[in-house]
């Protein structure tokens, strides 16, 4: 099966980070379409780039679907445009925060999020309200680094989210942690040996709810919120 | 005081009469800046149109300030791109959908929606959970009417929306109605006093909350979550 | 327009600061009537205070609506009898707890509160979640600072209150602060200047509510909860 | 012990029927102390009348502590001033639609409620978000009955009553009934007999939490919210 | 009255305790049945041991009703087996962690519970959200001690509840505090004292709120959720 | 990878149709390892069959792991177990309720259920309540058949849940319906095709999502709520 991941913002190198991820993640007959729009924010922080990267992420859907993708993930952890890529393809649309939250829940009764600026805190707390998420969500914490740090070896950044984890673990009481930025993918797997506990990303989560989805042919309603955009 | 009021679908016709409804309801010092960008949607029904609105919305936000607004409504029941708006200006930032329901909160202690498509009712489902009303808002009904039929005067779309109400009164045990859609913004105060009750257009709702919050000098935070864009 | 702002306790130089927080904030074609109770608590901490000082506050208001007022503000941030207010007039009642927390909504995706005694901090808690903003309300704090200190300048109430702002800043994860007692009218503009961020006082807050209200021509709801009182 | 048994509303006859459930259903060992104001409204039908009732309501909670009362019930289904009540006394005040929310909770995945007017469905609604039941209560009905029609021998009330509770079983899929209203304190046992289910009365159930309660030695804090009123 | 105080664990002296505390908070006319499973789990430490109590818990439950019980407490914490209890038998039965979280909530706005073992917080957690409790639960505090140290005097085990008693009223804002463990039932009256302000044992809330049920004639509906158990 | 699939109850014939439903669904390299206990209830019809299955499931879950399973499905739509399940094993333990529900809130934005009797519907509401889905939930319906009618031919089963289905999706204003029992296993494809939307089962649902956490690599959390049992 095809899936098609698409990163919103236009850095390529995370685009390559997010499609290494994906294909690590995924079984053997899964075949990982990455892209990324051309024209889009270089990085995601906050509602304007977010705003400003759907159109071009709308695009690359639509693209998709004309290359066999059978299921898409939008894979930016504010979940832009879900809603609209939901009603232009056929295929199940996830969200990489949407699949974090909800496999977290099945391994752990609560969990925190460590994310990168301050300024997606309210985003993500939002996110996990509409998720039905806000009472096994204990805080949705910022390692205070901008996203195209953690494409910078010498950022520091690795250092930043591994001590926003052991304060996740340490105070809030949650039993799992999610990291909330795509650009983090490569980081869950030693995370989770070094914590001895769920450290969750959503890029992976997604690929895997997304064959998940395929598998059992569970496709989008389209009886009305996702129905095919109306002819004007 | 200047006030932005932008219709983010490209339908001239439904801008003139937001325009009107503003206007009507305006202050005498109040005045209103009505555009719609030429490249969205002609009506924005569903995620996909939304989405498809938001950067000509964003530039028409941001060429209002410059003309020296102080405020800005966005005339679009869904309240598209509002977090994206709030962060690439100074003034307040009010959606129709917002305002409608936290004045409907407290006039009466409920309301229904009546909106146009049914694809609608989950989005303003979900809006309604959003600010915290959905122990307030008893249902959100679809008269049935494709928005731009509310522009053709034969298209019986006023007497449609007219048995809507009346079912919302007689079934749901609301004690207001609020109207769904900008385009519905020439209605309100006929249905008002048709029901002797409260039926509530965001539009008008909108423009007062932003003469309010620009009298009080309350701006809109910048700390964090509605900061300017980052320089990428 | 006339808009009655009613302090339900009996602090005649409290109540003098409600009316030039209005009048400071009110435009010019609003005329603010001013009044409290003469029989009520000097201040009003707690429940039971609230409940002595509401057969005041509806004779307060019954006047004013003698008087020609066509809305009210009801200055205690308790946001005491305003049911009993909606039912025994016509224009639109507007408490100064409700008009603070749905005018920082806009403004800010969260909000700590600022009140004076620890007593009050479950009463603010409960009408947070009765306002449907238990989600963005961060925390209500307590300045430990007796109403009627607040009107002595040399009490340090000012610092307190200052202290407390800075805290909410600090460690609530907040993007707005909202001052919990009409005593605090003078203060929201110094405070907001100070910390460069929203810092709401209901009264004003109320009284732009009121005239946006009044205004667009949305008056109670009359069908049932607010009905006129029934004759026995 | 001593429980002191308050009818905010002035009406003699609802007290002595209010007096003869209480009574009906203590603990040998219980004496039941029932009163009314003489200066409060006929009947408690809707937000005025409640606020109108409490200062006679409080006057009536402080003289029965002087007789020994060791707890109170407040016996009107809008449970008005309980907050007050529980600032003035020791002992443990129960209002009896908190009492009958709670004892139903125990006995029933869920409840409806039938109250007497359309205007007190919105004000139990809210008391039921309050005390944590929103998910529990079905539904509040009105069985369009003024309050003191109860009173009144031919007016038809136990009929409509009846009729309700019918609905509400065969509608709302609430697996118990509460009578929203003091003044149904004698139909709460044949009714649980006619619809083989548990149909609770409010006045009962505060009396027998009120025993509890006083026999677990359990009274209210006093460490914020309900300590003594502030001397001024 | 007999009412049946079920421990669900198979430790005989925490069964002793349990009805020392039953017997001294009962009214006279009521006769405790205290029991334990012989084959149950000696301790119950989170789901699997909760599990393993309840087949045994629902024979003692069955025995009880033989033995004339009319009412019916499951003395865990966990409040374990309540649905299957309320199937099996005709009279109300009521968990020691729900009887104690309705109780707080009458004698003031807000809780925090202080439990055994750290792996029983979320339990209690979940726990207070399904009673509907989660606004007024502040806290779920774990002083880390085995259930079955609080059968040795030697253990240090009152003194670490001590300490996180008086970490919760001086951190957690809350005006109550709930014993959550059925073996700290002797404990309460002391702390009440100390603190001076409630500390409840849900043992004794569950034995009052039990006889006040059958003294109300209160039983549990049958009409679906808690039926007799179908044959097959 | 093998996936333990255990129907709770003891019924073969519905275990062999769970395991050609799983089977049917999961991927080429999954081997489901099928059972159910001998001892337990042949159906599970409210909380007493849940509590009297679950000390088989519990047996053979521990079973499984001993052959080798990586993943476990409880196949009960009670969810029943499935905390205790998660204390005793190292890989992932889905319930079949919360995958159903996961995945449904996925494809659309809002879901019915419908299940056998009309005493599960609580506990199935209780279940949506409890995963955070109460707001996408639009209504629990009963078919209204035993379970063990589900494996006879003639019962009329279909036909009933058929007509149930269409009903949800004429009346509720869902989007999507889940299948309420692991007895309909074999029911959701073909409904899907009729419907011409997702008609979710709970079985295949659970496979494909414990899949998907065996291939990403996640288990179970075992800082605290599921850490394995104590030793007593």
Do not use: W
Not at 92 to 103: K, L, W, Y
Not at 114 to 134: D, F, M, N, Q
Not at 147 to 161: N, P, Q, W
């Amino acid at each position: 099966m095809k899936i098609a991941v698409v990163n919103p913002n236009s850095c390529a190198p995370m685009t390559e980070k997010i499609r290494a991820a994906a294909e690590g993640a995924a079984f053997p007959g899964t075949q990982i379409l990455a892209s990324n729009p051309a024209d889009s924010p270089a990085s995601i922080e906050g509602h304007f780039d977010e705003a400003q990267s759907v159109p071009g992420l709308l695009r690359e859907i639509t693209a998709a679907e004309k290359q066999g993708a059978e299921g898409y993930v939008v894979a930016c952890f504010d979940d832009p445009g879900i809603g609209a890529c939901r009603e232009i393809v056929s295929g199940p649309v996830v969200g990489i925060c949407e699949a974090a939250m909800r496999f977290a829940a099945v391994v752990a009764p609560s969990f925190s999020v460590v994310t990168t600026l301050p300024r997606s805190v309210p985003i993500v707390e939002e996110l996990a309200r509409r998720y039905g998420c806000e009472h096994c969500c204990k805080k949705v914490r910022a390692a205070d680094i901008p996203v195209l740090e953690l494409e910078e070896k010498e950022s520091g950044a690795r250092e930043k989210i591994q001590a926003e984890i052991a304060r996740a673990f340490a105070e809030d009481g949650c039993e799992s942690v999610i990291l909330g930025c795509a650009g983090m993918a490569d980081l869950a797997r030693e995370f989770t040996n070094e914590f001895r506990a769920p450290v969750l990303d959503g890029v992976v989560c997604a690929v895997k709810l997304c064959e998940a989805l395929i598998g059992a042919k569970i496709t989008t309603s389209k009886i009305n919120s996702y129905a095919r955009p109306r002819k004007k």
